[in-house]
């Protein structure tokens, strides 16, 4: 009976573990450093520059966009989990209209929320399938971006 209740915990632990792991255009996130990096420098190229916790690439092509950069985040364990892509727009009004097509794209397949603050401007949140915060994209003054993450 112990080693029935050892097993069944040990398949509860992988499972969430598996559950908090998300895969988008075949980078998976909570992914340990060296793994991470080995997947985007195979993806992506050599990085522009690279530290403990971050990895910077330029011109990249992620989910059928083009981006100018793109950032990634590893938490304190060494895990990758968030990603930040930037488009740099020629104004504000180009990237506003960058930020709707994204929203647009991904309206299509996550429920999103368009928003707008004094603060922070117009943004768009998406959510995953369990209604958690999934991906946000925003504009600052010419520069449109899509973040994913944190996990």
């Known amino acids: ?13 992988i499972c969430m573990n598996m559950s ?29 520059t690279t530290q ?7 011109n990249v092509q992620f989910d ?4 100018n ?5 590893f938490d304190s364990k060494g895990r990758l989990n968030q990603l930040r892509l ?21 309206a299509q397949s996550y429920p999103t929320t368009p928003s707008e603050d004094e603060e922070d401007g117009r943004f768009i949140v998406g959510y995953d399938e369990k ?6 994209i925003s504009t600052f003054k010419n520069i449109c971006s899509l973040t994913f993450g944190p996990f």
């Open 69 to 73: 950069e793109a950032k990634f985040f």
């Open 1 to 13: 009976m112990k080693k029935k209740l050892i097993l069944i915990a040990a398949m509860f632990a």
């Open 52 to 58: 403990a916790d971050n990895a910077i690439f330029n």
């Open 20 to 48: 908090a792991q998300k895969f988008i255009d075949g980078v998976e996130f909570m992914t340990e450093y060296e793994q991470a990096m080995t997947t985007l420098k195979t993806r992506f190229g050599e990085p522009v």
């Open 64 to 67: 059928g966009e083009t981006f």
């Open 86 to 106: 930037k488009n740099n727009c020629k104004n504000p009004t180009e990237a506003v209209k960058c930020m709707d097509k994204l929203g647009e794209k991904y």
């Open 131 to 136: 209604g958690a915060r999934f991906f946000t």
